[in-house]
């Protein structure tokens, strides 16, 4: 399906991302760490979406032009993924009538 | 004469964001 397929370009363009930051902060590793949480923790039809492949495919581009800002698509990448986490479940209670 | 190399440091934008994802992870770390 089409949401597969964007699921699998999104994983590809992700590990691309943290393979180019890797080498970039080889200071402070637990960003990357961090980053990974977030994505582990974004809600699948986020993952799946196309607006997680712009912004995936924007901070990669521009990650790649220039090594300058790693950090400042690192932030946006974790904020977005922030934004989307998915929800706890929460329990649900049902009263017989 | 030392070396000038340009580093992700140099930029103050960059600076700031990864002093916020330091915080954000010593946050994280202390509340849980």
Do not use: W
């Not at chain 2, 992700?8 to 992870?25: G, T, V, Y």
Request: net charge neutral; glycine share 2%.
């Amino acid at each position: 399906t089409e949401s597969h397929i964007l699921q699998l370009e999104n994983q590809r363009l992700f590990a691309e991302f943290l393979e180019h930051c890797a080498n970039h902060t080889q200071d402070c590793p637990e960003v990357m760490t961090f980053l990974r949480a977030k994505h582990t923790k974004a809600s699948p039809e986020f993952l799946s979406s196309v607006e997680f492949r712009n912004t995936l495919g924007r901070c990669l581009t521009r990650a790649q032009s220039g090594r300058a800002k790693t950090f400042v698509y690192i932030n946006e990448l974790c904020t977005v993924l922030k934004q989307h986490a998915a929800k706890k479940r929460q329990a649900v209670v049902t009263l017989e009538p | 004469v030392p070396t000038l190399i340009a580093d992700d440091d140099d930029d103050p934008e960059n600076r700031i964001a990864k002093k916020m994802l330091l915080a954000q992870i010593k946050a994280n770390y202390s509340s849980g």
